[in-house]
């Protein structure tokens, strides 16, 4: 008789259907897990300070400025060497018509080696000046990265305000539909005329057109993020706008402004064309080479005894006797090319000192206007469409001025933003002259 040992062919096959089926589920649930997660993070609002970090994170402007510094190093380590010796090999004085290699006395195989000296301090110079553009390359990087700093911010607080604006106008649009309402009840009875009617129903519709222009406005601006912070521009943003109520006095934005890296920048380009001026007139002295050879030959003399070797040592020496005007030209070149720069440091600094000081007062009436929306405009513009409607439903008051006062209200609210945002993005351009700490 046959016994089978073990599960059943079809317990088996349940088993197996079992199995793929909780490492389906598992993976399902896994896959639920890190989507939501993905997702929640995505929820998670930007802030400005983390915007920043983002912007500045791997910026391909800066890191190219930083890699031309860096070259401009490595020529600089070329500039200061030496060039390299030259290997001279030769047969000299071999006779043609008869004889060989032992024949003449004057046959002999030489080799040598020559080695060149740039002329006075040139390779010290020159070394200098490439130093001193990777010097000037490193600080432009510097103001690229502060001029990083200040887009970044100027287009987050950009998207700040359109999203606070279409909150603004998003929670009003339900008053506005039940002023309407109410009017048309009104009308229906015959309390109100149809021209209120006609108002209330314009007002939704220009709030309406309204919101698809703050629509597109965000998008514009979530775009411009997003060049500077990739996909996390799609974020909501945090609610809070930074804590820049503070200012320091103009005079010490001043003393720190030449300080700002465009400027050293412009200083190590002044003293670039300076040590441009000293190669110059080093080249208008003579480079010199050393020539250092020995030679080998063969055969005897007639007393019998061998030929000896050559040894040979010389000295070359430029003269620059017919170079004179192109040399000159040169130092000529080089003296205009630091006075330019020169020049152009005077213009950028003249133009930072301009700029620091319109900005400086924009600020300041920027806080005098949010001073003022804080303490009184705010609450009247409340207290005017408050009374406004009360005097509507009490029959002593116009629907027009209603509708204009509450148009009013929400206005000066966004306005109130408008003014918080111009005066961040006013301090953002203040401290990137003035070098104030993030």
């Known amino acids: 008789m046959f016994f089978y040992r073990g599960r059943l062919p079809e317990n088996n096959n349940v088993r197996l259907a079992k199995r793929r089926s909780k490492r389906m589920i598992a993976v399902l649930v896994t896959s639920a897990l890190l989507a939501s997660n993905v997702e929640a993070q995505h929820r998670v609002p930007l802030t400005l300070a983390e915007a920043e970090d983002l912007g500045l994170a791997a910026e391909p402007g800066q890191q190219a400025m930083q890699a031309k510094a860096a070259a401009l190093e490595a020529r600089a380590v070329v500039a200061g060497e030496l060039p390299d010796p030259m290997l001279r090999v030769g047969l000299n004085n071999f006779p043609i018509e008869s004889g060989g290699f032992r024949t003449d006395g004057m046959t002999h195989a030489a080799i040598g080696l020559r ?10 110079f ?33 998207l700040y305000y359109w999203e606070q604006a279409h909150a603004l106008v998003s929670e009003s649009r339900p008053f506005f539909d039940d002023l309407a309402t109410v009017t048309r009840s009104l009308y229906a009875v015959g309390r109100k005329s149809q021209q209120d009617v006609l108002r209330a129903e314009l007002e939704l519709s220009r709030l309406q057109d309204r919101l698809i222009d703050i629509e ?91 030929r000896s070797d050559f040894i ?16 000159d030209s040169t130092l000529s070149a080089a003296l205009q090319e630091r006075s330019a720069a020169a020049s152009s440091r005077e213009q950028t600094l003249r133009g930072l000192q301009g700029q620091l000081a319109a900005e400086h007062a924009r600020w300041r009436d920027l806080t005098r206007r949010l001073s003022l929306y804080d303490t009184r405009i705010l609450n ?55 070098g104030l700490p993030r």
Do not use: C
């Open 216 to 306: 597109r406005q965000r998008s514009r601006a979530q775009a411009a993020l997003g060049e500077w912070v990739g996909g996390d521009a799609g974020r909501p943003l945090a609610r809070k706008l930074p804590g820049w109520d503070r200012l320091p006095r103009l005079e010490s934005l001043q003393a720190k402004l030449s300080e700002h890296p465009v400027l050293r920048a412009a200083d190590a380009q002044i003293k670039a064309r300076s040590a441009g001026v000293d190669l110059a007139k080093e080249r208008s002295k003579p480079g010199w080479a050393l020539d250092l050879g020995y030679s080998y030959r063969e055969g005897f003399l007639p007393t019998g005894e061998p």
């Open 115 to 124: 080695q060149a000296f740039p002329a006075g301090k040139t390779r010290s």
């Open 312 to 327: 040979s040592l010389g000295v070359t020496i430029d003269l620059p006797f017919f170079s004179r005007k192109s040399v």
């Open 126 to 158: 020159s070394a200098r000046q490439f130093n001193l553009l990777a010097a000037e390359m490193n600080e432009n990087a510097e103001a690229r990265s502060r001029n990083v700093l200040t887009a970044v911010r100027n287009t987050w607080l950009d």
């Open 380 to 434: 009247q513009a409340n207290d005017n469409a408050e009374a406004s409607m009360l005097a509507y439903q009490s029959d002593r008051g116009d629907f027009a001025d209603v509708m204009r006062a509450y148009i009013d209200d929400l206005n000066t609210r966004i306005d109130h933003i408008r003014l918080q945002v111009e005066r961040a993005q006013s301090y953002a351009v203040l401290a990137n002259l003035g």
